[in-house]
């Protein structure tokens, strides 16, 4: 019993012993570069591992790494390296090619290995990738018409897009002559032809396009592509880069074309107008009118437009449709007015809406003034001080469905919410609140307003106030300043 004991402890030594060989030979193998055998715990399996360098041997990260079965020509699997350039991956057994792209601003690689790699069950293979083993694009001083990468224009209009540019192709990898060509989104627009640079570091130079932007408003995104192709005529290159670029819109492919985003083409719509006149009970000569215009389109931004007193308007807007809000403001009444139905502004003529402050939201302050304090009188820091204001509301047939608020704030910064008007309540009330702010903490005069809002929730009201004050702070109450002492 005591041999047995002996024998079967002198066989565990010996395992442990052969083990710990086994793993200084396995990692002394892979720091060399040669293939490493062990056994895959998922079972039969192999690995393929390495790491990724530029021309200089600096490592890259963040690089797509696409492994292909040489036999049936498909893609076994896609990963991306680590911030140290490294990559690991199991596979079937079989025979390999490894590609990676890396295609980050004005910059492209297409590695592509010369050699295959095989893989035998429970091998695993560790090999440098380096970008010289493939082609690149770097580009530089791209330019739109000489000045930055960034254009608004009309629809149609021509424009130069000049870069220099450093490119390579090994020698191992041409099918053809090498190309950069030119596209917004998925258009082709251009296309030069560089010739055969070489293996990296390859050659550079300077390339110019006279392209048009496109029709459709909106922004738009130039890419530069590069790319090899034998035939050069001008059918088989239609063919070639039309399939590249379809490529590129086809959110299924696995493998995409190295497309450099450069710059950006904002086109503009064409310009219209919008006229008509400012009447109503609710609106004097001499106030102050906001009109603000609110695309029907969500994606795009209000814009809004100061009249002044006069009793007629016209302001310029990009075709297209929009609703219309309109605030007039005098001493301490204020209306706001709002259009049930957008309005069509067309690049032929100008829309005609006539602006009549008859029905609408109108209120006036009998009275708002600070409470128990003397006019004038400094104030200490971060003190609660409160307002009392008498008010006339009337509500518009367009907005009984809204609550009303009324926001007291310092400058663009809201401090407080008076509900004024609950939905369905009478179309006229008169009433008296009572409405609260802090002091600032820094001694000095602050100028104190008042707007009128409407909205779901004081939270509303509160954004309300804050986006109206950069927009069209003359729609907004002054009350006035308040001085903060030492």
């Given at each position: 019993m005591g041999s047995?004991?002996?024998?079967?402890?002198?066989?565990?030594?010996?395992?442990?012993?052969?083990?710990?060989?086994?793993?200084?030979?396995?990692?002394?193998?892979?720091?060399?570069?040669?293939?490493?055998?062990?056994?895959?715990?998922?079972?039969?399996?192999?690995?393929?591992?390495?790491r990724l360098v530029d021309g200089d041997g600096n490592v890259l990260s963040n690089v797509t790494i696409t492994l292909m079965d040489v036999t049936t020509g498909g893609i076994v699997d896609t990963l991306i390296s680590d911030?140290?350039?490294?990559?690991?991956t199991p596979v079937p057994p079989g025979l390999y090619t490894i590609g990676g792209t890396l295609c980050n601003t004005w910059s492209s690689i297409d590695i592509d290995l010369p050699q295959r790699i095989g893989v035998s069950a429970g091998d695993s293979v560790f090999t440098l990738v380096n970008?010289?083993?493939?082609?690149?694009?770097?580009?530089?001083?791209?330019?739109?018409?000489?000045?930055?990468?960034r254009l608004?224009?009309?629809?149609g209009t021509s424009f130069t897009l000049s870069f220099a540019y450093h490119i390579w192709a090994p020698f191992a990898l041409l099918t053809g002559d090498e190309h950069i060509s030119v596209g917004i989104d998925g258009a082709l627009l251009g296309v030069e032809e560089i010739g055969t640079p070489g293996p990296f570091p390859g050659v550079t130079g300077q390339a110019t396009f006279q392209l048009t932007a496109p029709d459709e408003p909106g922004l738009h995104t130039l890419y530069i592509l590069q790319s090899s192709i034998t035939q050069t005529t001008p059918r088989a290159m239609a063919d070639y880069y039309l399939e590249k670029w379809t490529r590129f819109l086809n959110p299924e492919w696995l493998i995409k074309p190295l497309f450099i985003p450069v710059g950006t083409i904002e086109v503009l719509a064409p310009a219209g107008a919008i006229e008509g006149s400012i009447e109503g009970d609710f609106w004097s000569p001499g106030s102050t009118v906001v009109v603000t215009c609110v695309p029907s389109d969500s994606g795009s931004a209000a814009r809004s437009f100061l009249i002044g007193d006069n009793a007629r308007y016209q302001i310029s807007l990009?075709?297209?449709?929009?609703?219309?809000?309109?605030?007039?403001?005098?001493?301490?009444?204020?209306?706001?007015?709002?259009i049930p139905r957008s309005v069509h502004v067309g690049p032929d003529h100008p829309a005609h809406l006539d602006l009549d402050f008859t029905d609408c939201t109108f209120l006036e302050f009998r009275d708002f003034s600070l409470t128990d304090s003397p006019g004038g009188a400094a104030?200490?820091?971060?003190?609660?001080?409160?307002?009392?204001?008498?008010?006339?509301?009337?509500?518009s047939s367009q907005q009984q469905t809204e609550k009303h608020y009324v926001?007291?704030?310092?400058?663009?910064?809201?401090?407080d919410v008076l509900t004024?008007?609950?939905?369905?309540?009478?179309?006229?009330?008169?009433?008296?609140?009572?409405?609260?702010?802090?002091?600032?903490?820094?001694?000095?005069?602050?100028?104190?307003?008042?707007?009128?809002?409407?909205g779901s929730s004081t939270r509303d009201a509160l954004e309300a106030y804050r986006t109206g004050f950069r927009e069209a702070p003359s729609c907004y109450f002054s009350l006035g300043s308040i001085t903060v002492r030492q």
């Open positions: 047995n004991r002996k024998i079967i402890a002198w066989q565990l030594q010996l395992m442990i012993l052969l083990l710990v060989c086994l793993a200084g030979i396995s990692g002394w193998s892979k720091a060399c570069g040669q293939v490493v055998s062990h056994t895959d715990p998922r079972g039969g399996l192999a690995c393929v591992e390495g911030k140290e350039g490294y990559f690991r970008m010289i083993h493939g082609r690149g694009l770097v580009l530089d001083e791209v330019r739109i018409d000489n000045g930055p990468p608004s224009c009309t629809p990009e075709t297209g449709d929009y609703f219309i809000r309109a605030e007039s403001a005098h001493s301490l009444h204020t209306s706001i007015l709002e104030l200490p820091p971060e003190t609660l001080v409160e307002y009392t204001c008498a008010y006339d509301l009337t509500v926001v007291l704030g310092i400058n663009e910064t809201p401090h004024i008007c609950q939905p369905g309540e009478a179309r006229k009330l008169s009433d008296a609140g009572t409405i609260r702010l802090f002091t600032p903490p820094e001694a000095g005069v602050y100028q104190v307003y008042a707007k009128l809002v409407s």
